[in-house]
Nanobody
Framework: VQLQASGGGLVQPGGSLRLSCTPS????????VGWFRQAPGKEREFVAA????????ALEDSVKGRFMISRDRAKNTVWLQMNSLKPEDTAVYYC???????????????????WGQGTQVTVSS
């Protein structure tokens, strides 16, 4: 069982990146898929989440209006589109999932069962 997170890289402030999260050995059906990030010296924090069935989504306040989370059923992939990137967005980004996760708990990283390996996002000029 694996989650593959990819799409990170180095981008200038104001630039864009699109991260992807794809499962191997498990299905996203009936699951919540979340994105978290961890900057050096800081705790891991919630960024966004989406319910696979129905598509309900949530974003952390600091990324609202800049980031968007979506799912592609045909590709079995969750995307995190990141626009207007800022240096403070620099972090390792992780995707995670759990079947049947209660929506009220999506911001808690301890509630997720499976995690991807992380992809580095660096925003710098």
């Amino acid at each position: 069982v694996q989650l593959q997170a990819s799409g990170g890289g180095l981008v200038q402030p104001g630039g864009s990146l699109r991260l992807s999260c794809t499962p191997s050995g498990l299905s996203f059906s009936n699951s919540v898929v979340g994105w978290f990030r961890q900057a050096p010296g800081k705790e891991r924090e919630f960024v966004a989440a989406i319910r696979w069935s129905g598509g309900s989504s949530a974003l952390e306040d600091s990324v609202k209006g800049r980031f968007m989370i979506s799912r592609d059923r045909a590709k079995n992939t969750v995307w995190l589109q990141m626009n207007s990137l800022k240096p403070e967005d620099t972090a390792v980004y992780y995707c995670a999932t759990r079947a049947g996760l209660i929506w009220g708990l999506i911001r808690s990283d301890t509630e997720y069962h499976y995690w991807g390996q992380g992809t580095q996002v660096t925003v710098s000029s």
